[in-house]
């Protein structure tokens, strides 16, 4: 798949002009009379390049370029001033040519513009940016933005993989300490002994095992941030701790002799109904207070649907399918589920269908939406393949005619999975979404097929 440029002029003869000169050089050309077309598509589709005359009726190529600053633009002129000019460059345009211009200086515009663009898409993000263009989304950015400003506590609520750590991220990013540390700790995944030395760090003997002095998470943070992720996983006696941290800003180290003073900003995460769970006797009252000074609730993805887009996008470049790209069939197809696993979700369905697709075109067939893998972890073998259900749906969403059946694409994509993760099945089984077991059974079913045998 080569290059997408977007070209907005509303001069039809020099639009025309542009277009072929792009398709000349190997690049994929979307040509629109005015902004509004323009932006439309980039919000529907992206883009890696856009070229965008600087006057244009309702929507001009400077107003544009705001509302798409991620983008590198090319911008054009016949009646450019100087103050034009370096507004363009301020604001973030890649380069500004002046009508006439002569395509054989164009061309080579365009590609640097195109490798500085990659050298950035591959390049983790240090500033913790979200990729979204949801209006809701953008406001809560903003929000937080804000609020990164200051000091208070921030609980964010949200259903599981909607990016609640990303968020965290993107507050310290965004904060006065985001020279200083930022360090997660993950309340769930520790039992209650470890986790408890784990923020709050221990001294030499404090315990068998202990042979050294060990510093906790939130001395680990001083100066930054620590978020606490799924803090209603904390249990009631460490509450009570981490409410004495908060307010009087010192930890005991376990078998401490004496509090440290720390300076923190604390993130803290849940999926979970923390009024429910105050009111079960599960979560200290006092404690959510001290938490919940600004309170952020994330979206779910099946209320930003928009967002499908540019986050594919944003995942295919970073996990290195960046010439891989969703049909428009594939999106719509996209858009209808109901992503009860949100962005974590999307993202597993979207390199399953580029390992199928091998990186090119993803047509709704190579989605695989829960019909193939995910909703049969569990089911008996003669469930495996894909029911008449499932394939009146792919047939619905004009799936490409081909000779290889539903079956044969999950058995395609098992292999292709193993063989990415050099047969590593723990790998590949998360990848693919599935239990190992469930990956081991599918495997013997494969060999039993070959061997002539019937199932």
């Not at 973030?92 to 061309?107: H, M, N, Q, T």
């Not at 000779?403 to 993760?421: G, N, Y």
């Amino acid at each position: 798949m080569h290059n997408r440029i977007v070209i907005a002029d509303d001069d039809p003869t020099m639009r025309s002009a542009l277009g072929e000169a792009m398709r000349s050089a190997g690049f994929n050309a979307a040509l629109f009379a005015n902004g509004e077309e323009a932006e439309r598509h980039l919000r529907q589709s992206g883009a890696d390049l856009v070229i965008s005359d600087m006057r244009m009726p309702v929507l001009g190529g400077l107003e544009l370029l705001k509302r798409f600053p991620n983008i590198p633009f090319i911008m054009i002129s016949a009646f450019a001033t100087v103050p034009e000019a370096v507004e363009a460059m301020k604001i973030g345009a890649y380069d500004f040519v002046v009508k006439p211009f002569s395509y054989r200086e164009l061309i080579p515009l365009v590609q640097a513009g195109l490798c500085r663009a990659s050298r950035e898409e591959e390049t983790p993000d240090q500033d913790g940016d979200i990729v979204t263009a949801h209006p809701r989304m953008l406001a809560l950015l903003e929000f937080a933005r804000q609020v990164a400003k200051s000091h208070a506590s921030i609980l964010i609520q949200g259903e599981s993989g909607t990016g609640k750590e990303l968020l965290a991220h993107y507050i310290h990013a965004h904060s006065r300490r985001s020279s200083g540390p930022f360090v997660a700790v993950n309340c769930a995944a520790l039992p209650e002994g470890i986790l408890e030395s784990e923020l709050f760090g221990h001294e030499r003997g404090a315990f068998t095992g202990a042979i050294g002095s060990k510093p906790g998470k939130f001395e680990l943070a001083h100066t930054g941030t620590i978020l606490l992720d799924e803090i209603t996983e904390m249990p009631l006696a460490l509450q009570a701790k981490l409410l004495r941290v908060l307010q009087e800003r010192e930890v005991d180290r376990v078998g401490g002799k004496k509090p440290l003073p720390v300076d923190i900003r604390v993130i803290s995460t849940t999926n979970r109904d923390l009024r429910e769970m105050i009111r079960a006797g599960t979560f200290r009252e006092d404690l959510f207070y001290r938490l919940n000074v600004v309170p952020i609730r994330l979206f779910p993805l099946r209320e930003r649907l928009d967002d499908i887009a540019p986050l594919a996008r944003s995942f295919f470049i970073s996990q290195g399918y960046a010439q891989a790209e969703l049909t428009p069939e594939a999106l719509d197809h996209l858009k209808s589920n109901s992503w009860r696993g949100n962005v974590r979700e999307l993202f597993n369905v979207l390199e399953r269908a580029a390992i199928v697709a091998n990186g090119d075109a993803i047509e709704p067939a190579h989605l695989m939406l829960e019909d193939v893998i995910g909703s049969l972890e569990d089911a008996p073998p003669e469930r495996w393949a894909v029911g008449a259900q499932a394939r009146q749906e792919i047939a619905a969403a004009k799936a490409p005619a081909s000779s290889v059946s539903m079956r044969e694409m999950e058995e395609q994509l098992i292999f292709k999975t193993l063989k990415q993760v050099n047969d590593n099945r723990t790998r590949a089984a998360k990848m693919l979404g599935i239990s190992v077991r469930t990956l081991r059974n599918k495997l013997k079913q494969y060999r039993e097929k070959e061997c002539g045998e019937v199932f």
